[in-house]
């Protein structure tokens, strides 16, 4: 699976959106994009997933470059309980094994 | 909704105890993991399986063995815990094998392991 980069700590206000960066410059063909949070204190939890177009869900947004080496997950208000680490983890069709890095820890700032 | 469920949330046991560590799922998955999680190393995986009796090696199985008898059930276990296996264990379930959608993991809460 292709390595990740994520910044080690992000702070945003609370009702800003937050965008989270991700860089995956190994990223080959078959590699989806995925993201998860860790809520203090809980199991991770997933967010979205791409391929290589941008995608929507009731949670966030992921935004994948045209050459899909970085990407970016967007929370569009962020409210205190977005406080977590946020792990982009990057990984092929058939693998059923996450490689978690250290992922972003996001502060919200109220 | 995915319920994972693991037996304790905090464990205290002693050096060279058995340890057995249960996580359960309720919404049929055929796959379930069981990682350990310790500060600057992120999470690893230490075994996995697909299916009821069958398991793959992860990462980390060192000093580890699992055991699946039914589908909903998955346990970690320590033969003779020592105290380097001190660590926060998350399992997780998955519905299908590789392809999304539907291969997102769901987490259970944890279990913090103490071994002293």
């Known amino acids: 699976d292709a390595k990740t980069t994520q910044p080690p700590s992000m702070d945003c206000a609370e009702g800003r959106a937050a965008n989270l960066p991700c860089n995956h410059s190994?990223?080959?063909?078959?590699?989806?994009v995925y993201w998860y949070r860790q809520i203090h204190s809980q199991g991770p939890q997933y967010i979205i997933h791409?391929?290589?177009n941008n995608e929507t869900n009731e949670m966030a947004s992921l935004i994948i470059t045209e050459d899909r080496k970085s990407s970016t997950l967007i929370l569009p208000h962020a409210t205190l309980r977005d406080t977590a680490v946020y792990y982009c983890?990057?990984?092929?069709?058939?693998?059923?094994?996450?490689?978690f890095g250290t992922g972003t820890r996001l502060t919200i700032i109220p | 909704d995915v319920k994972v469920t693991q037996s304790s949330r905090y464990l205290v046991k002693r050096t060279g105890e058995k340890v057995f560590l249960e996580c359960v799922q309720d919404?049929?998955?055929?796959?379930m993991f069981w990682y350990r999680q310790d500060p600057g190393l992120g999470l690893r995986l230490i075994y996995f399986?697909?299916?009821?009796?069958?398991?793959e090696k992860g990462d980390i199985p060192e000093g580890y063995s699992v055991s699946r008898e039914k589908k909903e059930r998955f346990s970690l276990i320590l033969e003779s815990a020592s105290t380097n296996q001190t660590s926060m264990y998350l399992c997780?379930?998955?519905?299908?094998?590789?392809?999304?959608?539907?291969?997102?993991?769901?987490f259970g809460p944890g279990t913090r392991l103490t071994v002293l």
């Open positions: 791409g391929l290589k």
């Open positions: 997780a379930s998955s519905l299908s094998w590789g392809a999304p959608p539907g291969d997102e993991q769901f």
């Open positions: 983890i990057v990984r092929y069709f058939g693998n059923e094994k996450l490689t």
């Open positions: 190994t990223i080959s063909g078959n590699e989806y």
């Open positions: 399986s697909y299916d009821v009796k069958m398991k």
């Open positions: 919404m049929d998955h055929e796959n």
